[in-house]
């Protein structure tokens, strides 16, 4: 049975920076691509960033340059660095999996995940 299990979360001053971990088992991330989204409420889910099976990254507009998408294949597990936090940027952040082929990622959202984790909240204030 596949779990992906997201830690991390945190209420955080705007500036602050968290780190977001997605510990799987039952399958092996490096040969999945993998991604993180986020949803608001009262706003769809989004992508946030993305990285392949090749270890290439990609990543919302809003998040470039303050966010970083990476993959320890020894822990099998994702994480998501996020500096400089926004307001904005509060939600609840998912992780997910794919298995390629095919592996689509467009602007840091990662299409059609077979996987996904339970979320875990980040609230940022002002």
């Known amino acids: 049975q596949v779990h992906l299990v997201e830690s991390g979360g945190d209420s955080v001053q705007a500036g602050g920076s968290l780190r977001l971990s997605c510990v799987a088992s039952?399958?092996?991330?490096?040969?999945?691509?993998l991604g993180w989204f986020r949803q608001a409420p009262g706003k769809e889910r989004e992508g946030v960033a993305a990285?392949?099976?090749?270890?290439?990254?990609s990543y919302a507009y809003s998040v470039k340059g303050r966010f970083t998408i990476s993959r320890d294949n020894v822990k099998n597990t994702l994480y998501l660095q996020m500096n400089s936090l926004k307001p904005e940027d509060t939600a609840m952040y998912y992780c997910?999996?794919?298995?390629?082929?095919?592996?689509?990622?467009?602007?840091?959202?990662?299409?059609?995940?077979?996987?996904w984790g339970q979320g875990t909240q980040v609230t940022v204030s002002s």
């Open positions: 997910a999996a794919v298995l390629p082929p095919p592996c689509t990622v467009v602007a840091g959202a990662l299409y059609g995940p077979n996987y």
């Open positions: 039952g399958i092996t991330l490096v040969n999945y691509c």
């Open positions: 990285i392949t099976n090749y270890g290439t990254t």
